[in-house]
């Protein structure tokens, strides 16, 4: 039993022993390799060598400098704001005031008539003045006196000199020696810059063609003016039965219409009948009319709205030539020369402001 107890455990104590040996070998073996990895006393004492290998102090206090000098450089600079993140601001619309109306400036034109400032009718004189006169006359009669061609000068509130002339008693009946006058002096100052259009006055030594009005009268120039021009019937034009003028004698629609018309058209009047005027005009009384003014009042209906008729009378069946005409009625007839082709108001014709 001892012996068989022997003889297996030896192969056991052989297998430790073995592995004794080994365990003993390998310790001695690490001692070797330890030597040969430790560093070399020679660069371990070198000083470039310890600067290249830092020592735990030193990375300590590398460590510390790093934070110093990081400290240092976060105070010297002043913090910078935060950062806040909006939306861009909307720009407010500007808002403009909405302007004041302004009441358009009129511009004349050919086929109606402009109305222009009022500025003389908004004084007290002239609204006294034109109180009985229509009203669809009173804005030919403003721009007519703007003209200056009313003689009559009137002044205004200050007492100073208006630049206007005044209508005086626009009612009271025109004479022809005042139409006469008038015609002139609007016309010339409506075409003031083109004298082919204006009417040459007769020199004042000139041989009185009408026995009642001599060299003599305030007149004259104008009245033989006219005649020598062919304008008014005389006997240069053939009426050689028409010797007087008859300068203090009331103007009649008919002379209105007879002196005024060849200034609009300048040239010769086409010839009219009894029933052409009634065919244009619708005149009953178309037959009263002097066959030397029938020309005028037919071919005074061809500038239809721009017509003196139409202007100063309105709508109307009844002509009536030899009703007598106003002072407000004849300056209504001199706002406008000319046809609808070619004319000239007077508003046109005042100085731009």
């Not at 060598?49 to 105070?75: C, G, R, V």
């Not at 022809?176 to 010339?188: D, G």
């Not at 300048?266 to 066959?291: C, G, M, Y």
Request: with cysteine.
């Amino acid at each position: 039993m001892l012996m068989s107890m022997l003889l297996y455990e030896k192969p056991i104590f052989t297998s430790l022993t073995i592995c004794l040996l080994m365990l003993v070998s390998a310790c001695a073996n690490n001692k070797e390799l330890e030597k040969n990895l430790a560093p070399d006393p020679q660069l371990k004492n070198n000083p470039a060598f310890s600067q290249l290998i830092p020592t735990p102090t030193q990375n300590s206090q590398q460590a510390e400098q790093l934070k110093a000098d990081s400290t240092s450089e976060i105070s010297s600079e002043p913090p910078s704001p935060p950062v806040i993140l909006t939306s861009p601001p909307i720009p407010e619309l500007e808002t403009q005031p909405s302007p004041t109306p302004l009441l358009p400036t009129p511009v004349p034109t050919d086929d109606i008539p402009p109305v222009s400032t009022p500025t003389p009718l908004e004084s007290l004189v002239w609204k006294k003045a034109l109180k009985d006169v229509p009203v669809g006359l009173h804005q030919y009669i403003a721009d007519v006196s703007k003209l200056g061609v009313f003689q009559k000068e009137t002044k205004n509130q200050d007492n100073q000199q208006d630049t206007t002339t005044l209508l005086v008693k626009p009612q009271n009946i025109v004479s022809r020696r005042i139409y006469a006058r008038w015609l002139v002096n609007a016309n010339n100052k409506i075409f003031a810059n083109n004298p082919a259009k204006q009417i040459r006055l007769a020199g004042q030594n000139e041989t009185p063609i009408f026995e009642d009005v001599p060299q003599t009268d305030p007149d004259f120039t104008v009245i033989q003016g006219l005649a020598e021009a062919g304008i008014i019937p005389s006997p240069l034009s053939g009426n050689t039965n028409i010797v007087k003028f008859r300068p203090d004698d009331s103007l009649t629609r008919e002379d209105l219409i007879l002196w005024k018309v060849p200034l609009d058209f300048r040239k010769s009047l086409p010839e009219a009948t009894v029933e052409q005027v009634e065919e244009a005009w619708d005149f009953q009384d178309a037959s009263k009319i002097d066959p030397t003014a029938l020309r005028a009042v037919l071919a005074d209906a061809e500038n239809e709205d721009l017509s003196n008729i139409r202007r100063v009378f309105g709508y109307t069946r009844l002509f009536r030539p030899d009703k007598t005409v106003s002072l407000a009625e004849a300056a209504a007839v001199l706002w406008y020369f000319g046809d609808q082709k070619d004319g000239k108001s007077a508003q046109m014709a005042l100085p731009k402001s």
